[in-house]
């Protein structure tokens, strides 16, 4: 075996370290679109009916493909704003290829749920890309089939990474579980529609606030393997 496929993935704490950092310096940028996307998105949750379809369609479907393009998007914000060598710009993504990539992530999104029930969703942001998948295509300018076949061969180097990206997601999906049974609780006292309004846009700014950490975790674990 090369030295490279006997290569190990950063450290847990370096790796949330280095994120952080990533995530602080482009919080400007990359929040707001990531906030305002998500509200939008929860909003329809008022107004559908409870049927297994339009819940699919507005908890995972559109939230998928949405966040997906915006995590490409955010990736080449995140390397920019750190000045990393040969960082692609907006204008050279490959759209179509980031398309089918998130048709990729909703299957998974979808398998998750079926698995994991309720926590399927909650480790969706860990999900959108999918990470490395999107790596290949937006930062090496690879086709879908060949961007695939290049994140095997990563991940195959250190299958912890994902399990990682899953690991915090999993987490902030909890953080924001709880932070919403807070709001929950303040807002005892309003008229049902206009709490379940307050509920429905803090949950979206709630997750447009975390998933762009998630994405700056997901940039440094593909960057580490493919050093």
């Known amino acids: 075996m090369t030295e490279r496929g006997r290569r190990r993935a950063l450290p847990f704490s370096e790796l949330i370290r280095t994120a952080?950092?990533?995530?602080?310096?482009?919080?400007?940028?990359?929040?707001?679109?990531f906030v305002v996307a998500f509200v939008l998105l929860r909003l329809p949750l008022l107004g559908i009916d409870d049927s297994a379809l339009?819940?699919?369609?507005?908890?995972i479907v559109v939230p998928v493909v949405v966040g997906s393009l915006l995590t490409?998007?955010?990736?080449?914000?995140?390397?920019?704003?750190?000045?990393?060598?040969?960082?692609?710009?907006?204008?050279?993504?490959?759209?179509l290829n980031l398309?089918?990539?998130?048709?990729?992530?909703?299957?998974?999104a979808l398998l998750a749920t079926i698995i994991m029930g309720p926590i399927g969703l909650l480790v969706q942001p860990a999900l959108l890309g999918p990470p490395f998948l999107m790596h290949a295509i937006v930062l090496e300018g690879r086709a879908l089939d060949d961007a695939g076949k290049r994140a095997f061969s990563l991940i195959r180097r250190d299958a912890r990474l994902p399990l990682y990206l899953l690991l915090i997601a999993l987490t902030l999906?909890?953080?924001?579980?709880?932070?919403?049974?807070?709001?929950?609780?303040?807002?005892?006292?309003?008229?049902?529609?206009?709490?379940?309004?307050?509920?429905?846009?803090?949950?979206?700014?709630?997750?447009?606030?975390?998933?762009?950490?998630?994405?700056?975790?997901?940039?440094?674990?593909?960057?580490?393997?493919?050093?």
């Open 99 to 108: 398309l089918g990539a998130s048709a990729i992530a909703v299957a998974l």
């Open 54 to 59: 339009a819940n699919i369609v507005t908890q």
């Open 173 to 227: 999906g909890l953080v924001v579980t709880v932070l919403l049974g807070v709001v929950a609780v303040l807002t005892n006292s309003f008229e049902e529609t206009t709490q379940d309004i307050v509920l429905v846009a803090a949950q979206g700014a709630l997750v447009g606030f975390l998933v762009p950490f998630v994405a700056a975790v997901g940039l440094r674990s593909y960057e580490d393997l493919a050093a």
């Open 72 to 95: 490409a998007a955010a990736t080449i914000v995140l390397r920019s704003r750190r000045g990393a060598a040969g960082s692609p710009g907006l204008r050279d993504l490959n759209w």
């Open 20 to 33: 952080r950092r990533d995530y602080t310096a482009g919080a400007g940028r990359i929040l707001p679109p």
